[in-house]
């Protein structure tokens, strides 16, 4: 081959890498921006989309939000699903609160089951948090319990499907952390959600300290901070009645739906409406 032909080769070839370069940068670049107009609204808006902060509740953990997290993506938010510890209102809020320093900006704050009195415990004087959103959830006021709360009204059947594991804790002392029986979790837990989705869960789920259950509320977030509300009426482990008395309560506006305890699984799609109602409203 000739120099020259040599040289007009080397031309094309860096001629090609430079535009592979460039596509790959522009590409890059436009994801990066496509991301933060996602997170702050859309291009030029000035509005700033607020971070949806979800607290999973006892028997299940942060893949219990995983439909909702995908469509909640789907729509632009930013997301974080904080890992609870189960321990008990107090310790659990002092947890939350860790996660809801560290995210900046505004922020709405969704709480399952047991997820619903820590989300209270750990929020009442927060002005970044502009809205609360409480799914099949516990909504407490000072000095009462989870416990009282689900005995307030006859329906729950957990009590006989609970499976109590006796534990020692560091200190030498004992304990009593709470499962659902695995042959029992879909029909308590979750019955409208597929035996295989199930399975998975019931393998799965966290336990939740007795005395968490038991703890007394100090404080009720729901008292100064807007909430939204999602009733579940076919529910065994929070009966649909004590859900809407508490939602009354707290003057929550309230979607009730034919769903089991485990609502955001079975229905993500009403669980996800309900949040962006709530972040349009903070907006």
């Known amino acids: 081959m000739s120099n020259v032909k040599r040289a007009s080769k080397r031309r094309i070839l860096t001629g090609v890498g430079a535009a592979v370069t460039a596509g790959i940068a522009v590409g890059a670049f436009a994801l990066v921006g496509t991301a933060t107009a996602d997170a702050h609204g859309s291009a030029g808006s000035g509005q700033v989309k607020p971070t949806i902060v979800l607290e999973h509740g006892a028997f299940a953990d942060a893949s219990s939000w995983n439909g909702v997290i995908a469509r909640l993506h789907g729509d632009g938010y930013p997301v974080v699903a904080a890992a609870n510890p189960l321990r008990g209102p107090h310790a659990?809020?002092?947890?939350?609160?860790?996660?809801?320093?560290?995210?900046?900006?505004?922020?709405?704050?969704?709480?399952?089951?047991?997820?619903?009195?820590?989300?209270?415990?750990?929020?009442?004087?927060?002005?970044?948090?502009?809205?609360?959103?409480y799914v099949a959830a516990f909504l407490p006021a000072p000095g009462e319990s989870a416990l009282e709360l689900t005995n307030k009204?006859?329906?729950?059947?957990?009590?006989?499907?609970?499976?109590?594991?006796?534990?020692?804790?560091?200190?030498?002392?004992?304990?009593?952390?709470?499962?659902?029986?695995?042959?029992?979790?879909?029909?308590?837990?979750?019955?409208?959600?597929?035996?295989?989705?199930?399975?998975l869960a019931a393998a799965g789920q966290r336990p939740i300290a007795q005395s968490a259950l038991e703890e007394k509320a100090t404080v009720a977030a729901w008292k100064t901070i807007p909430s939204w509300d999602i009733v579940t009426t076919q529910d065994l482990n929070i009966p649909a009645a004590a859900q809407r008395f508490m939602a009354k309560r707290a003057h929550a506006r309230t979607t009730e739906v034919a769903a089991s305890h485990s609502v955001a699984v079975s229905h993500p799609g009403v669980v996800t409406r309900v949040i962006e109602e709530a972040a349009r409203a903070a907006r």
């Open 92 to 133: 659990d809020a002092a947890a939350l609160r860790s996660v809801l320093d560290h995210v900046k900006g505004p922020k709405i704050l969704v709480g399952h089951s047991y997820g619903g009195s820590v989300i209270s415990e750990a929020t009442p004087n927060d002005p970044e948090v502009k809205g609360l959103v």
């Open 153 to 199: 009204y006859p329906g729950s059947t957990l009590p006989g499907a609970l499976d109590p594991v006796s534990v020692t804790n560091p200190d030498g002392s004992k304990s009593t952390e709470l499962y659902i029986q695995q042959d029992k979790f879909r029909h308590q837990f979750a019955a409208d959600v597929s035996n295989a989705k199930a399975a």
